[in-house]
Protein backbone atom coordinates (compact mmCIF):
# COMPACT_ATOMS: atom_id res chain seq x y z
CA UNK A 1 0.00 0.00 0.00
CA UNK A 2 2.86 2.06 0.62
CA UNK A 3 4.33 1.54 -2.45
CA UNK A 4 0.88 2.25 -4.09
CA UNK A 5 0.28 5.92 -2.84
CA UNK A 6 3.92 7.09 -3.20
CA UNK A 7 3.65 6.14 -7.06
CA UNK A 8 0.23 7.62 -6.88
CA UNK A 9 2.17 11.40 -5.63
CA UNK A 10 4.54 10.47 -8.42
CA UNK A 11 1.56 10.06 -11.40
CA UNK A 12 -1.08 12.70 -10.24
CA UNK A 13 0.23 15.70 -11.70
CA UNK A 14 2.32 14.85 -15.12
CA UNK A 15 5.75 16.39 -15.94
CA UNK A 16 5.19 18.59 -19.34
CA UNK A 17 9.41 19.83 -19.84
CA UNK A 18 7.39 22.59 -21.84
CA UNK A 19 5.39 23.89 -19.20
CA UNK A 20 8.18 24.35 -17.37
CA UNK A 21 10.20 26.58 -20.15
CA UNK A 22 6.28 28.54 -20.83
CA UNK A 23 4.43 28.90 -17.39
CA UNK A 24 4.51 31.82 -15.78
CA UNK A 25 2.55 31.33 -13.09
CA UNK A 26 3.24 29.59 -9.78
CA UNK A 27 3.66 25.91 -10.36
CA UNK A 28 5.14 22.69 -9.46
CA UNK A 29 6.44 20.43 -12.90
CA UNK A 30 8.17 17.52 -11.08
CA UNK A 31 5.50 15.16 -9.59
CA UNK A 32 7.91 14.18 -6.59
CA UNK A 33 7.73 17.59 -5.39
CA UNK A 34 4.70 18.24 -3.04
CA UNK A 35 2.69 20.96 -1.08
CA UNK A 36 4.62 24.29 -2.32
CA UNK A 37 3.84 27.00 0.38
CA UNK A 38 4.91 30.26 -0.07
CA UNK A 39 4.10 33.03 2.96
CA UNK A 40 5.42 35.88 5.22
CA UNK A 41 7.42 34.86 7.96
CA UNK A 42 4.81 36.75 10.26
CA UNK A 43 1.52 35.73 8.56
CA UNK A 44 0.79 32.99 6.54
CA UNK A 45 -2.38 34.70 5.46
CA UNK A 46 -0.42 37.53 3.80
CA UNK A 47 0.32 37.06 0.06
CA UNK A 48 3.57 36.68 -1.28
CA UNK A 49 5.17 39.94 -0.93
CA UNK A 50 7.85 42.14 0.47
CA UNK A 51 8.97 45.58 0.95
CA UNK A 52 12.19 46.82 -0.49
CA UNK A 53 15.01 47.36 1.95
CA UNK A 54 12.88 45.93 4.78
CA UNK A 55 13.50 42.96 7.29
CA UNK A 56 10.59 41.72 5.62
CA UNK A 57 10.91 37.52 4.79
CA UNK A 58 8.91 35.37 3.00
CA UNK A 59 9.18 31.71 3.60
CA UNK A 60 9.25 29.01 0.97
CA UNK A 61 8.53 25.27 1.96
CA UNK A 62 7.90 22.29 -0.16
CA UNK A 63 8.70 18.15 0.31
CA UNK A 64 10.04 15.82 -2.29
CA UNK A 65 8.34 12.42 -1.46
CA UNK A 66 11.37 9.83 -0.99
CA UNK A 67 14.27 8.90 0.92
CA UNK A 68 16.69 10.75 -0.55
CA UNK A 69 17.34 14.54 -0.52
CA UNK A 70 18.59 15.78 -4.16
CA UNK A 71 20.98 18.54 -4.67
CA UNK A 72 18.33 21.60 -5.06
CA UNK A 73 19.43 25.28 -6.42
CA UNK A 74 16.86 28.25 -7.43
CA UNK A 75 17.69 31.52 -9.07
CA UNK A 76 15.51 34.63 -9.36
CA UNK A 77 13.89 36.19 -13.28
CA UNK A 78 12.61 39.75 -12.61
CA UNK A 79 9.46 40.35 -14.75
CA UNK A 80 7.40 43.48 -15.96
CA UNK A 81 3.86 43.79 -14.72
CA UNK A 82 2.77 41.09 -17.49
CA UNK A 83 5.10 38.94 -16.12
CA UNK A 84 7.40 38.45 -19.29
CA UNK A 85 11.46 38.88 -18.23
CA UNK A 86 12.43 42.52 -18.08
CA UNK A 87 15.24 43.77 -19.88
CA UNK A 88 17.77 44.15 -16.24
CA UNK A 89 21.08 42.51 -16.31
CA UNK A 90 21.40 40.21 -12.74
CA UNK A 91 23.46 42.97 -11.50
CA UNK A 92 20.99 45.49 -11.74
CA UNK A 93 17.82 44.05 -9.85
CA UNK A 94 19.83 41.56 -7.57
CA UNK A 95 22.65 41.63 -4.61
CA UNK A 96 24.80 38.45 -4.68
CA UNK A 97 24.94 35.76 -7.23
CA UNK A 98 21.68 34.64 -8.98
CA UNK A 99 22.09 31.08 -8.17
CA UNK A 100 22.21 29.41 -4.83
CA UNK A 101 21.56 26.38 -2.99
CA UNK A 102 19.17 25.07 -0.90
CA UNK A 103 20.87 23.69 2.39
CA UNK A 104 18.18 24.16 4.61
CA UNK A 105 16.21 20.70 4.32
CA UNK A 106 15.40 17.50 6.93
CA UNK A 107 13.87 14.48 6.86
CA UNK A 108 10.32 13.76 7.69
CA UNK A 109 9.51 12.20 11.71
CA UNK A 110 7.68 9.54 12.59
CA UNK A 111 5.75 9.75 9.01
CA UNK A 112 4.17 6.55 6.99
CA UNK A 113 5.36 8.32 3.57
CA UNK A 114 9.00 9.42 4.01
CA UNK A 115 9.74 12.53 2.06
CA UNK A 116 12.25 15.75 2.19
CA UNK A 117 10.90 18.87 3.80
CA UNK A 118 13.35 22.02 2.06
CA UNK A 119 12.86 25.59 3.36
CA UNK A 120 14.03 28.73 1.73
CA UNK A 121 14.27 32.12 3.51
CA UNK A 122 13.88 35.09 1.13
CA UNK A 123 15.71 37.44 1.23
CA UNK A 124 19.01 36.19 2.60
CA UNK A 125 22.44 36.47 2.67
CA UNK A 126 22.98 35.00 -0.71
CA UNK A 127 20.48 36.65 -2.62
CA UNK A 128 18.78 40.10 -2.25
CA UNK A 129 16.57 42.07 -4.43
CA UNK A 130 17.93 45.57 -5.23
CA UNK A 131 14.91 46.64 -7.44
CA UNK A 132 11.13 46.39 -6.97
CA UNK A 133 8.89 44.26 -9.34
CA UNK A 134 8.13 40.71 -9.98
CA UNK A 135 9.79 37.97 -9.51
CA UNK A 136 9.58 34.22 -10.64
CA UNK A 137 11.55 31.97 -8.27
CA UNK A 138 12.79 28.90 -10.24
CA UNK A 139 14.07 25.86 -8.33
CA UNK A 140 16.19 23.21 -10.15
CA UNK A 141 18.56 20.49 -9.51
CA UNK A 142 22.13 21.09 -9.85
CA UNK A 143 23.02 18.38 -12.38
CA UNK A 144 20.15 20.06 -14.87
CA UNK A 145 19.46 23.89 -13.85
CA UNK A 146 17.54 23.73 -17.55
CA UNK A 147 14.93 22.06 -16.18
CA UNK A 148 12.48 23.84 -13.61
CA UNK A 149 11.37 21.64 -11.03
CA UNK A 150 8.53 24.67 -9.49
CA UNK A 151 8.23 27.70 -9.88
CA UNK A 152 7.29 30.50 -7.58
CA UNK A 153 5.71 34.04 -8.04
CA UNK A 154 7.17 36.66 -5.73
CA UNK A 155 6.20 40.33 -5.56
CA UNK A 156 8.49 43.19 -4.02
CA UNK A 157 7.22 46.14 -3.87
CA UNK A 158 8.55 49.68 -2.76
CA UNK A 159 5.45 51.31 -1.14
CA UNK A 160 5.41 54.50 -2.13
CA UNK A 161 2.13 54.82 -3.22
CA UNK A 162 -0.60 54.25 -1.29
CA UNK A 163 -3.69 52.30 -2.01
CA UNK A 164 -7.38 52.96 -0.63
CA UNK A 165 -10.85 51.52 -1.50
CA UNK A 166 -13.08 48.34 -0.98
CA UNK A 167 -15.07 45.68 -3.16
CA UNK A 168 -18.98 46.74 -3.13
CA UNK A 169 -22.07 44.69 -4.46
CA UNK A 170 -22.73 47.54 -6.33
CA UNK A 171 -21.48 47.10 -9.82
CA UNK A 172 -22.23 48.48 -13.02
CA UNK A 173 -23.90 44.91 -13.94
CA UNK A 174 -26.35 45.17 -11.12
CA UNK A 175 -26.97 45.95 -7.45
CA UNK A 176 -26.45 42.70 -5.14
CA UNK A 177 -26.49 39.98 -7.31
CA UNK A 178 -23.79 38.06 -8.29
CA UNK A 179 -20.81 40.41 -8.84
CA UNK A 180 -18.47 42.57 -7.15
CA UNK A 181 -16.73 45.41 -8.32
CA UNK A 182 -13.54 47.24 -7.27
CA UNK A 183 -13.43 50.80 -6.72
CA UNK A 184 -10.13 52.98 -5.35
CA UNK A 185 -7.58 55.45 -5.78
CA UNK A 186 -3.93 55.52 -5.71
CA UNK A 187 -1.75 58.01 -4.09
CA UNK A 188 1.11 58.71 -5.61
CA UNK A 189 2.92 60.16 -2.57
CA UNK A 190 6.22 62.04 -3.28
CA UNK A 191 6.58 60.42 -6.94
CA UNK A 192 5.99 63.66 -9.10
CA UNK A 193 5.54 64.28 -13.09
CA UNK A 194 4.07 60.87 -13.52
CA UNK A 195 1.44 60.46 -16.17
CA UNK A 196 -1.02 58.60 -15.05
CA UNK A 197 -2.41 57.65 -18.64
CA UNK A 198 1.14 56.36 -20.16
CA UNK A 199 3.50 55.54 -17.12
CA UNK A 200 1.09 53.29 -14.70
CA UNK A 201 0.22 49.64 -14.87
CA UNK A 202 -2.46 48.44 -12.71
CA UNK A 203 -2.98 44.69 -12.13
CA UNK A 204 -5.79 43.22 -9.78
CA UNK A 205 -7.43 39.71 -8.97
CA UNK A 206 -9.44 37.71 -6.61
CA UNK A 207 -8.42 36.07 -3.90
CA UNK A 208 -5.04 33.60 -4.46
CA UNK A 209 -5.91 32.68 -7.91
CA UNK A 210 -3.14 33.98 -9.98
CA UNK A 211 -5.00 33.43 -13.43
CA UNK A 212 -8.22 35.95 -12.23
CA UNK A 213 -5.15 38.82 -12.48
CA UNK A 214 -5.84 41.71 -15.04
CA UNK A 215 -4.93 44.77 -16.48
CA UNK A 216 -7.28 47.47 -15.45
CA UNK A 217 -7.49 50.00 -18.41
CA UNK A 218 -6.53 54.02 -17.98
CA UNK A 219 -7.91 55.20 -14.83
CA UNK A 220 -11.67 57.35 -14.26
CA UNK A 221 -9.83 60.38 -13.31
CA UNK A 222 -6.37 61.68 -12.40
CA UNK A 223 -5.91 64.92 -10.50
CA UNK A 224 -2.36 65.91 -8.73
CA UNK A 225 -0.80 62.67 -7.14
CA UNK A 226 -4.25 61.01 -6.98
CA UNK A 227 -5.51 58.64 -9.61
CA UNK A 228 -9.44 56.91 -9.50
CA UNK A 229 -10.12 53.89 -10.74
CA UNK A 230 -13.91 53.16 -10.83
CA UNK A 231 -16.48 51.79 -13.49
CA UNK A 232 -14.64 49.87 -15.25
CA UNK A 233 -15.34 46.70 -16.93
CA UNK A 234 -12.34 45.18 -15.76
CA UNK A 235 -13.08 45.82 -11.89
CA UNK A 236 -16.15 43.73 -11.85
CA UNK A 237 -15.31 39.83 -10.44
CA UNK A 238 -17.89 37.34 -10.48
CA UNK A 239 -18.75 36.98 -6.49
CA UNK A 240 -18.21 33.35 -6.48
CA UNK A 241 -18.88 31.85 -2.66
CA UNK A 242 -17.04 31.34 0.65
CA UNK A 243 -14.50 28.32 0.35
CA UNK A 244 -15.55 24.85 2.08
CA UNK A 245 -13.40 23.59 4.92
CA UNK A 246 -11.66 20.51 6.72
CA UNK A 247 -9.42 20.13 8.72
CA UNK A 248 -7.24 16.69 9.50
CA UNK A 249 -3.95 17.48 12.03
CA UNK A 250 -4.51 13.96 14.01
CA UNK A 251 -5.07 10.22 13.05
CA UNK A 252 -6.59 9.83 16.54
CA UNK A 253 -9.60 11.67 15.85
CA UNK A 254 -11.83 13.34 13.04
CA UNK A 255 -11.27 17.13 12.66
CA UNK A 256 -13.59 19.63 10.81
CA UNK A 257 -15.12 18.42 8.13
CA UNK A 258 -14.19 14.71 8.27
CA UNK A 259 -16.67 12.01 8.70
CA UNK A 260 -14.58 9.43 9.00
CA UNK A 261 -10.83 8.07 9.15
CA UNK A 262 -9.03 4.82 8.60
CA UNK A 263 -5.67 3.48 8.45
CA UNK A 264 -5.28 1.29 5.47
CA UNK A 265 -2.32 -0.53 4.21
CA UNK A 266 0.77 1.83 5.15
CA UNK A 267 -0.77 5.23 5.02
CA UNK A 268 -4.51 7.19 6.67
CA UNK A 269 -7.33 7.85 4.81
CA UNK A 270 -10.04 10.65 5.32
CA UNK A 271 -13.24 10.56 4.40
CA UNK A 272 -14.83 14.07 3.69
CA UNK A 273 -18.31 14.53 4.87
CA UNK A 274 -20.10 14.48 1.22
CA UNK A 275 -20.61 18.19 -0.08
CA UNK A 276 -23.55 18.98 -1.65
CA UNK A 277 -24.08 22.15 -4.31
CA UNK A 278 -24.76 25.75 -3.17
CA UNK A 279 -25.43 27.62 -6.12
CA UNK A 280 -29.66 27.71 -5.67
CA UNK A 281 -29.12 27.60 -1.41
CA UNK A 282 -29.26 31.20 0.58
CA UNK A 283 -25.68 32.71 1.09
CA UNK A 284 -24.12 31.10 4.52
CA UNK A 285 -21.70 33.16 5.98
CA UNK A 286 -18.31 31.82 7.31
CA UNK A 287 -14.49 33.20 8.04
CA UNK A 288 -12.11 31.12 5.67
CA UNK A 289 -8.63 31.18 4.87
CA UNK A 290 -9.58 32.20 1.09
CA UNK A 291 -8.61 29.12 -0.20
CA UNK A 292 -4.90 28.62 1.66
CA UNK A 293 -3.88 25.55 3.42
CA UNK A 294 -1.89 25.41 6.80
CA UNK A 295 0.31 22.13 7.31
CA UNK A 296 -0.90 21.10 11.03
CA UNK A 297 -0.05 18.01 12.87
CA UNK A 298 -1.49 18.05 16.28
CA UNK A 299 1.06 16.57 18.23
CA UNK A 300 3.98 17.55 15.75
CA UNK A 301 7.16 19.90 17.32
CA UNK A 302 7.63 20.81 13.27
CA UNK A 303 4.28 19.91 11.36
CA UNK A 304 6.82 20.30 8.39
CA UNK A 305 8.28 17.55 9.41
CA UNK A 306 5.58 15.31 11.67
CA UNK A 307 2.21 16.36 9.05
CA UNK A 308 1.75 12.71 7.18
CA UNK A 309 0.90 12.60 3.66
CA UNK A 310 -2.88 11.38 3.71
CA UNK A 311 -5.37 10.21 1.11
CA UNK A 312 -8.38 12.59 1.42
CA UNK A 313 -11.79 11.36 0.19
CA UNK A 314 -14.27 14.44 -1.38
CA UNK A 315 -17.69 13.51 -2.61
CA UNK A 316 -19.86 15.91 -3.98
CA UNK A 317 -23.23 14.76 -4.03
CA UNK A 318 -24.41 16.09 -7.58
CA UNK A 319 -26.13 14.48 -10.25
CA UNK A 320 -24.52 13.65 -13.54
CA UNK A 321 -23.57 17.04 -15.56
CA UNK A 322 -23.56 16.49 -18.79
CA UNK A 323 -20.48 17.52 -20.90
CA UNK A 324 -19.13 19.31 -18.09
CA UNK A 325 -16.23 18.90 -15.91
CA UNK A 326 -15.69 19.13 -12.76
CA UNK A 327 -12.66 19.93 -10.40
CA UNK A 328 -11.15 20.82 -6.88
CA UNK A 329 -9.51 24.19 -6.56
CA UNK A 330 -7.38 25.86 -3.88
CA UNK A 331 -3.77 26.78 -2.84
CA UNK A 332 -3.01 23.53 -2.96
CA UNK A 333 -3.54 22.53 -6.67
CA UNK A 334 -1.76 25.86 -7.40
CA UNK A 335 -3.95 26.93 -10.26
CA UNK A 336 -4.61 23.88 -12.33
CA UNK A 337 -6.43 21.99 -13.84
CA UNK A 338 -5.76 18.35 -14.53
CA UNK A 339 -6.89 14.81 -14.27
CA UNK A 340 -5.35 15.22 -10.21
CA UNK A 341 -7.86 17.21 -9.44
CA UNK A 342 -10.77 16.46 -11.82
CA UNK A 343 -13.52 14.90 -10.27
CA UNK A 344 -15.15 11.94 -11.54
CA UNK A 345 -18.61 10.61 -11.47
CA UNK A 346 -19.72 7.68 -9.73
CA UNK A 347 -23.15 6.06 -10.77
CA UNK A 348 -23.43 3.90 -7.83
CA UNK A 349 -22.69 6.54 -5.40
CA UNK A 350 -24.33 9.27 -7.52
CA UNK A 351 -22.26 11.45 -7.10
CA UNK A 352 -18.18 13.08 -7.68
CA UNK A 353 -15.41 11.77 -5.91
CA UNK A 354 -11.91 12.55 -6.05
CA UNK A 355 -8.96 11.01 -3.93
CA UNK A 356 -6.31 13.31 -3.51
CA UNK A 357 -2.77 12.71 -1.18
CA UNK A 358 -2.53 15.67 1.38
CA UNK A 359 -0.12 16.66 3.77
CA UNK A 360 -2.24 16.54 7.02
CA UNK A 361 -3.40 20.10 7.93
CA UNK A 362 -6.46 22.86 7.70
CA UNK A 363 -7.64 23.57 4.09
CA UNK A 364 -9.72 25.89 2.07
CA UNK A 365 -11.18 24.39 -0.99
CA UNK A 366 -14.18 24.23 -3.48
CA UNK A 367 -15.41 23.24 -6.36
CA UNK A 368 -15.09 24.05 -9.95
CA UNK A 369 -16.67 23.38 -13.16
CA UNK A 370 -16.15 24.07 -16.80
CA UNK A 371 -17.52 22.79 -20.20
CA UNK A 372 -15.25 20.09 -21.59
CA UNK A 373 -15.17 21.79 -24.78
CA UNK A 374 -13.50 24.70 -22.95
CA UNK A 375 -10.08 25.04 -21.46
CA UNK A 376 -10.44 25.48 -17.71
CA UNK A 377 -9.73 29.21 -16.32
CA UNK A 378 -11.11 32.13 -14.24
CA UNK A 379 -13.17 33.22 -17.04
CA UNK A 380 -15.21 30.70 -18.05
CA UNK A 381 -15.93 29.23 -14.58
CA UNK A 382 -19.40 28.17 -14.62
CA UNK A 383 -21.46 28.79 -11.11
CA UNK A 384 -23.64 25.02 -11.44
CA UNK A 385 -21.65 24.15 -7.92
CA UNK A 386 -20.67 26.76 -5.69
CA UNK A 387 -22.86 29.54 -7.10
CA UNK A 388 -22.10 33.48 -7.21
CA UNK A 389 -22.98 35.48 -4.05
CA UNK A 390 -22.28 39.38 -3.78
CA UNK A 391 -22.09 38.85 0.50
CA UNK A 392 -19.02 36.53 -0.12
CA UNK A 393 -15.56 37.64 1.85
CA UNK A 394 -13.26 37.79 -0.85
CA UNK A 395 -9.51 39.09 -1.04
CA UNK A 396 -8.33 41.44 -4.19
CA UNK A 397 -4.85 42.05 -4.45
CA UNK A 398 -3.75 45.36 -6.33
CA UNK A 399 -0.79 46.05 -8.11
CA UNK A 400 0.59 49.47 -8.95
CA UNK A 401 3.53 49.34 -11.34
CA UNK A 402 5.27 52.53 -12.99
CA UNK A 403 7.08 52.37 -15.75
CA UNK A 404 9.60 55.79 -16.19
CA UNK A 405 10.40 57.11 -19.97
CA UNK A 406 13.51 55.63 -20.74
CA UNK A 407 13.58 52.92 -18.02
CA UNK A 408 14.28 48.48 -19.61
CA UNK A 409 11.74 47.57 -16.55
CA UNK A 410 8.62 48.37 -14.37
CA UNK A 411 8.68 49.25 -11.01
CA UNK A 412 6.01 48.34 -8.31
CA UNK A 413 5.48 51.07 -6.66
CA UNK A 414 2.02 49.91 -4.43
CA UNK A 415 0.89 46.42 -3.30
CA UNK A 416 -2.54 46.09 -1.45
CA UNK A 417 -4.80 43.76 -0.59
CA UNK A 418 -8.44 45.15 -0.99
CA UNK A 419 -12.14 43.27 0.62
CA UNK A 420 -15.37 43.79 0.29
Known sequence: MRLHLIITLLTLCPFIISGAEQSTYTEVFNPRFRTLKVASADNFMSPP?????????????????GDSFSQLQYRLIHCNADWKPSRLVESEYLDGFNIADINDYAYSENTYIHFINYRILFPNEDMRPIHSGNYLLQVFDRDNTDENIMQIRLYVTEGGAGISGRATGRTDKGFNQEWQQLEFTVDLGDLKNINAYQDITVTAGQNIDEKSIRVIPAPLRSEGSTITYAHKPELVFNAGNEYRRFESVSNSFSGMGVDSLKYLGDNYHVWLKPDKPRALRNYEFDRTQHGRFLVREYNATDSDLGA????????????????????????????????????????????????????????????????????????NALPIVEGDKYETSNEYPVMIYYHPAGARADRLIGFSVLQN
Open 308 to 379: DYITVHFTLDMPLQRDIDIYLDGEMTHGKFDRSNKMVYNPEMRAYTLEMPLKQGSYNYRYRAFRNTDTPGFG
Open 49 to 65: VIRLNTDDRLIITFDEI
